[in-house]
């Protein structure tokens, strides 16, 4: 392709126009609530969607174990519909999904999304479910030994490959598992090593933020490898020696963020970026919001809520995807966005814009989107698709996964 051929390709529009009605007082009476009528069709998305995955699975890459486009990724949307259905033999699949991977732990990245604490992790949990506590402790353990190369100086801290990511992992077990011991330390310890490195970039970078980081020389904005899957992160972090970093080094680090939001309400996808383009959870308003609430939930400031409240307004306008239909870069994680502000707002517009997301979702296929590189996994296919559609049944306590504890 020319050059001049592929800048023309680059602006075409990364969304569909939303052709969805726009919330009115008529509508808000049907969306207080997600009607019965609404359940089923999303149950009836579901299981018309389940078999195609494992199609699809059959043709994808077996030696990809991570929870972002491999095998662990498939056992957490069955864990997914176990905890959603209760029945069924989702458990057993979920297993039979993490056994590879966990039998050949790479030892080299040690994350939630792309390393062995996926697979620990999640093994931990099933193994607990299914009955087989030793087996669980087993995954606990190996997740705690991992926490040496947590700390390597020469490490990011994002969630994708980053310190966030592995200290994502021991969160979700210490909330997921109450009944196991997460060495504190062990947690203190990662916690801090990120503080620390954020605080030396800062100073490096003579930063207005008191927290800078940086992956591949780049100081990324959004969720998947910038500041604002490590801030969300960090703030949902609760013990009392955490408390000293809220309002020294986190909370003026947040507003810092929050103040680079272009007029549109959307986030760059990294400093210095101008351009107004990427409406995606991995760069953007549909990441960026996750921070924007847990800020608002955690320092009760409005002016979270209002900036939130306009990334919800570019992601309607914006959010339905050329992309596809997954979680990281897919209309399905910028459904979860909306859904987010509506838990936050008990606005049911946002209910109502969540729902129509995913009456999009439903026609998987039919829009002629792009096909992702893995067109069946967690964050960039159909499993995340229908992670987002089983978790949308309750909507009160859904949420983006890999990102909450
Ligand atoms: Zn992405």
Redesign the pocket.
């Known amino acids: 392709m020319s050059k001049r051929k592929r800048e023309e390709g680059e602006m075409e529009p990364r969304e569909f126009t939303n052709n969805f009605d726009a919330f009115s007082e008529e509508i808000s009476k049907s969306w207080q609530q997600i009607s019965e009528g609404f359940a089923g069709k999303l149950k009836a998305g579901i299981s018309s969607l389940l078999p195609r995955m494992v199609e699809g699975l059959r043709q994808a890459d077996d030696h990809d174990d991570s929870v972002y486009t491999g095998k662990t990724g498939i056992a957490l949307l069955y864990l997914q519909l176990h905890t959603a259905f209760q029945q069924g033999d989702d458990l057993a699949t979920s297993y039979q999904h993490l056994k590879a991977p966990l039998q050949r732990l790479r030892g080299r990245r040690h994350t939630f999304l792309c390393g062995d604490a996926g697979p620990l992790a999640v093994g931990a949990v099933v193994l607990s479910k299914l009955g087989r506590a030793s087996e669980s402790q087993a995954c606990v353990d190996k997740l705690h030994d991992l926490h040496r190369a947590a700390l390597d100086p020469g490490l990011p801290d994002e969630l994708l490959y980053g310190r966030a990511g592995y200290l994502y992992a021991l969160l979700y077990l210490k909330s997921r598992l109450p009944g196991v011991t997460i060495d504190d330390a062990v947690v203190e310890r990662v916690y801090r090593c990120m503080i620390e490195s954020g605080g030396t970039l800062s100073k490096r970078e003579k930063s207005k933020s008191p927290l800078m980081y940086a992956w591949h020389e780049k100081n990324y904005v959004g969720a ?1 490898h910038g500041m604002c899957g490590i801030l969300c992160l960090l703030m949902q972090v609760t013990a009392p020696w955490a408390q000293q970093f809220l309002h020294s080094h986190i909370k003026p680090s947040v507003d810092y963020v929050t103040q680079l939001a272009f007029p549109s309400g959307n986030f760059p996808s990294s400093l210095g970026n101008s351009s107004d383009r990427l409406v ?4 953007g308003a549909p990441g960026a919001i996750h921070m924007l609430l847990q800020a608002h939930k955690v320092f009760g400031d409005s002016k979270y809520l209002e900036a939130a409240r306009r990334c919800g307004v570019v992601i309607w306008e914006r959010g339905l995807l050329r992309k596809g239909y997954g979680l ?2 897919g209309t399905a994680g910028n459904a979860y966005a909306l859904l987010t502000l509506y838990q936050s707002t008990k606005d049911s517009k946002y209910l109502y814009q969540a729902c129509k997301f995913a009456e999009w979702c439903l026609d998987y296929g039919k829009h002629g989107c792009r096909t992702p590189d893995r067109p069946f996994s967690l ?2 296919g159909m499993a995340g698709t229908i992670y987002f559609l089983a978790d949308l049944l309750n909507p009160e306590t859904a949420q983006f996964p890999a990102l909450y504890i």
Do not use: G, L
């Not at 995606?280 to 760069?283: E, K, Q």
């Open positions: 998947a995606h959870w991995c760069h990281c870069h964050f960039e």
